[in-house]
């Protein structure tokens, strides 16, 4: 079972409204992903660290969205300006690294912008 | 991978019979495949994985699924299934950390009694 804490749950903002949600990978692993899972089940890649630096990021996420994973605190995914379209459930996910592939998931945080 | 297909948006079965789900992948190298469950209100859960080596790899549950480089292939199946099964499964793959997991749309498996 992963052990990747993702918080919170649920999270409802107005347009236009900041939204941030935090994530606790599994101890140890250094690599950490941030998913977008939209309505239609289609993944999108927002960024990725390891070792609290980035290692890709999308267009997107240089935009509006803004991440960081400090050592010794939990990651987080921030939206600075939230929009209808923005709602989805984002998941967080860790990995070993490069030893072993695995990528374990949390279960997410389901954003809903009103 | 560059790309992840999984044909099959739903899939309807009885409980105790046989279950497969196909996953074709497109990438100039064999990337690392992943299938993952979705319960509804979760998140993602790893039931197997492939890196190299015996094309049938066994994961949680019951569940195993075959590599085929020739087919560019890599099905789930699951010899008898239970009530419990229902959920939506996902074919990923992996070529490098940086460019991260690519995934199917999933196929929702319902299973009926």
């Known amino acids: 079972n992963s052990k990747v804490i993702q918080t919170p749950r649920y999270l409802v903002k107005g347009q236009g409204q900041k939204a941030k949600m935090r994530c606790i990978p599994e101890?140890?692993?250094?690599?950490v992903f941030w998913y977008q899972q939209n309505k239609n089940n289609e993944f999108k890649f927002l960024i990725n660290?390891?070792?609290?630096?980035?290692?890709?990021q999308i267009d997107m996420t240089e935009k509006r969205f803004s991440a960081e994973c400090p050592s010794n605190s939990p990651c987080s995914l921030e939206i600075q300006s939230s929009e209808a379209g923005d709602s989805a459930l984002y998941l967080c996910?860790?990995?070993?690294?490069?030893?072993?592939?695995?990528?374990?998931f949390g279960k997410g945080t389901r954003l809903t912008v009103v | 991978a560059q790309s992840v297909t999984q044909p099959d948006a739903r899939v309807t079965v009885s409980e105790g019979a046989s279950l497969q789900l196909r996953c074709k992948y497109s990438?100039?190298?064999?990337?690392?495949l992943f299938w993952y469950v979705q319960y509804p209100r979760q998140g993602l859960q790893l039931l197997l994985k492939?890196?190299?080596?015996?094309?049938v790899v066994q994961g949680v549950n019951g569940f195993e699924a075959e590599f085929s480089k020739s087919n560019s292939s890599f099905h789930l199946r699951k010899a008898s299934v239970h009530w419990s099964d229902s959920a939506v499964y996902f074919c990923?793959?992996?070529?490098?950390?940086?460019?991260?997991?690519?995934f199917g749309l999933g196929t929702r498996v319902s299973v009926f009694p």
């Open positions: 996910a860790s990995s070993p690294g490069q030893a072993n592939t695995e990528v374990f």
């Open positions: 101890k140890g692993h250094p690599v």
């Open positions: 660290f390891q070792n609290q630096e980035v290692l890709q």
């Open positions: 990438s100039s190298v064999t990337p690392y």
């Open positions: 492939y890196y190299s080596g015996d094309p």
């Open positions: 990923a793959g992996l070529n490098n950390y940086a460019q991260g997991l690519t």
